[in-house]
Nanobody, 121 residues
Framework: QVQLVESGGGSVQSGGSLTLSCTALDYYVIGWFRQAPGKEREGVSFVAMSDGSAYYADSVKGRFTISRGNAKNTVHLQMNSLKPDDTAIYYC??????????????????WGQGTQVTVSS
C-alpha cells in the first residue's frame, strides 16, 4: 500500500508561519500542491529527494522553503509571511515514474489526504 501523510496545517494570521511535513515512501520526487475552493490544484514546491534540489512557484518564491527531513522519506515545507491567498488544502504527492520535477498534478498518482491551511487578514 502506498501512503503519504501530511501534517502541520492550521490557522494563522496574515504574516504568520507554518511548517508542513510529509512522510512518504522512498521516491525521487515529492511535491506539494494546494487547492482552494473553486480553483484547480496548483503546484507549490517540489524537491528531488536524491540531492535536495528544489523548485518553487513564483507565488511562493522567497517565502516558502522545501527541505528533506532527517529521514529520507520525510519532507518539510516551511511557509513564512503567509498571505490570505495562501489559504487552501495542501497535499503532498509523488509518482514512481517521475525522475524529474513536474508541476502538472496529472503526472502524480500518489496523494496524501491533505492538510488545511487558513490565513486570515
Amino acid at each position: 500500500q502506498v501512503q503519504l501523510v501530511e501534517s502541520g496545517g492550521g490557522s494563522v494570521q496574515s504574516g504568520g508561519s507554518l511548517t508542513l511535513s510529509c512522510t512518504a515512501l522512498d521516491y525521487y520526487v515529492i511535491g506539494w500542491f494546494r487547492q482552494a475552493p473553486g480553483k484547480e490544484r496548483e503546484g507549490v514546491s517540489f524537491v528531488a529527494m536524491s540531492d535536495g534540489s528544489a523548485y518553487y512557484a513564483d507565488s511562493v518564491k522567497g517565502r516558502f522553503t522545501i527541505s528533506r527531513g532527517n529521514a529520507k522519506n520525510t519532507v518539510h515545507l516551511q511557509m513564512n509571511s503567509l498571505k490570505p491567498d495562501d489559504t487552501a488544502i495542501y497535499y503532498c504527492a509523488t509518482d514512481p515514474r517521475l525522475r524529474y520535477v513536474s508541476v502538472d498534478h496529472s503526472d502524480y498518482s500518489y496523494w496524501g489526504q491533505g492538510t488545511q491551511v487558513t490565513v486570515s487578514s
